[in-house]
């Protein structure tokens, strides 16, 4: 895919970028492994100070990163300024808390025959980290902020949809006061990713992406024998059971659909609803789905945007036709609009049955999936017949059932009466197909260490 910047809403390539050459791409890996030696002698409090003063670059130039994020993937204006506040929060909350994350942990001294035994956290060196386009500047930031202030270093390969945004990333970093090496952005494809894996100075990798992606990945660092964390797709359930507060549980899951154009791993995308609320959800949702505003992103009053690429409203168009074909039934939406630009409506569709192949895959767009179901154990059945695992979500004020759902879903995360998302303080990542490993809170940073046992006799 050709490294540049083109606007979902318009269509228009607004700019394109040379990928970097192979020597290149070796003396930013040559600088990555130079810096990792001094930098892991850096203190807590230095990395600190430097994390907070990137932060204050990414809170003082929210406007600026924003407007380039929605230009180049086309999330809108409010939800682009929304994830810029949340990464300054992110680097905050690891600058205050990774030195009590990352401190030794006192063992057993007696009980293994020592006179000390504790266990370190240490750095790992050069971690590369391949992330997509969809929370362009989030998906970065949390594996960035953990990552350097455990006194790691990072190479990205980002989406080649989004490059500016990708310069921005390590321009926060060096404007924080990092050293010259700490972060470094470096604009090549996917097929560069094999090599810089392979290559001994480097030491880990993180990607969150696709499936295919994953598995790409995920065996090469298994051939290398390299950690690796792989956050991948999924297509999570909202269960709603008659307690619910079916209302409020519609509401949501609106957001829950249409957050980020439709376009993010933890967006819900099967709901499914028991038959004793089924009427008053499906009533309630579509008509909050029919409500929203689809258009420019960059307008404030705007809902929903474009897809951010041409094939993912391909893809969006030939999982709702497949499916209209062999039976199931638009409740609203369902036709792409009729302007320049990547445009798909909220869409609700049902009567949905295991041919179609939304059925099976992740719809990345704007597009519900309808279920009723007439009890727990069937719920419970349906949303774990998928290949993915990463969030699930069900709406019961029932503390049993509650408790049921919780033990029962096949998932990195249940959320119980709201949305799966994600806080740096809690774990993030799935199971299945969805990935291994975890993203934020001290699990995080974490992953990229080495846990050594130090034992004195
Ligand atoms: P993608 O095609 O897998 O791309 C993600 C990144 O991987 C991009 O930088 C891409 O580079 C690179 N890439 C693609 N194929 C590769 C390969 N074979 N080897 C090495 N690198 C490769 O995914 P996407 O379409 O951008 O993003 C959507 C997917 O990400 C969805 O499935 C979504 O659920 C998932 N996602 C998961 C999470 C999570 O936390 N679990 C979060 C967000 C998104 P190019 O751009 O150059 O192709």
């Known amino acids: 895919m050709a490294i540049a910047t083109t606007n979902p809403a318009t269509?228009?390539?607004?700019?394109?970028?040379?990928?970097?050459s192979d020597t290149e791409v070796d003396e930013r890996i040559a600088r990555a492994a130079a810096t990792a030696v001094e930098f892991r002698r850096t203190s807590f409090a230095d990395r600190a100070r430097w994390m907070n003063a990137s932060a204050d670059y990414l809170d003082a130039a929210v406007e600026?990163?924003?407007r380039v994020m929605t230009t180049e993937m086309g999330k809108t204006i409010v939800a682009a300024r929304a994830e810029v506040k949340k990464c300054a929060k992110g680097c905050r909350f690891y600058a205050e808390h990774a030195e009590a994350m990352l401190a030794d942990e006192p063992g057993d001294a007696a009980a293994v025959g020592a006179s000390r035994a504790y266990v370190r956290y240490e750095p790992l060196g050069p971690v590369l980290a391949v992330m997509p386009w969809n929370f362009p500047?989030?998906?970065v930031i949390r594996f960035a902020a953990p990552a350097l202030m455990a006194a790691n270093v990072g190479l990205l390969k980002h989406a080649s949809n989004v490059p500016q945004t990708a310069l921005l990333i390590e321009e926060t970093f060096r404007r924080g006061g990092f050293p010259e090496g700490a972060f470094q952005t470096l604009l090549i494809g996917a097929s560069s990713v094999e090599r810089i894996l392979r290559d001994p100075r480097v030491r880990a990798a993180?990607?969150?992406?696709?499936?295919?992606?994953?598995?790409?990945i995920g065996s090469i660092a298994g051939e290398v024998i390299k950690p690796a964390v792989l956050e991948l797709g999924g297509s999570d359930p909202y269960v709603v059971m008659p307690?619910?507060?079916v209302e409020r549980a519609a509401q949501t899951a609106v957001t829950a659909r249409v957050q980020n154009n439709g376009q993010s791993c933890i967006a819900a995308k099967r709901f499914i609803v028991h038959s004793d609320v089924a009427d008053a959800f499906e009533a309630s949702f579509v008509a909050r789905m029919q409500?929203?505003?689809v258009g420019d992103p960059m307008d404030e009053e705007t809902d929903v945007g474009p897809l951010a690429n041409e094939q993912g409203l391909l893809d969006v168009e030939k999982y709702v036709d497949d499916a209209v074909s062999r039976g199931a039934r638009i409740l609203c939406g369902g036709t792409r609009l009729d302007r320049p630009g990547w445009f798909y409506p909220p869409t609700v569709i049902t009567d949905l049955t295991p041919e179609m192949s939304m059925y099976h895959e992740e719809i990345f767009g704007p597009v519900a999936q309808l279920f009723r179901v007439n009890d727990a154990a069937e719920a419970i059945a349906l949303a774990n017949a998928t290949v993915f695992g990463l969030g699930s979500n069900v709406w019961t004020r029932d503390a049993a059932e509650q408790d049921l759902f919780v033990r029962s879903l096949e998932a990195g995360a249940v959320f119980v009466n709201g949305m799966t998302t994600s806080y740096p303080e809690?774990?993030?990542?799935?199971?299945?197909?969805?990935?291994?490993?975890?993203e934020l809170s001290a699990q995080g940073i974490r992953a990229f260490c080495n846990v050594k046992t130090v034992w004195v006799g």
Request: hydrophobic share 35%.
């Open 426 to 438: 809690l774990p993030f990542g799935g199971i299945k197909e969805s990935g291994f490993g975890r």
């Open 291 to 293: 409500a929203l505003r």
């Open 206 to 216: 993180t990607l969150t992406g696709s499936t295919p992606a994953g598995r790409s």
């Open 64 to 66: 600026e990163i924003a």
């Open 137 to 139: 500047l989030w998906q």
């Open 11 to 20: 269509g228009e390539i607004e700019k394109t970028f040379e990928a970097l």
């Open 243 to 245: 307690s619910a507060d």
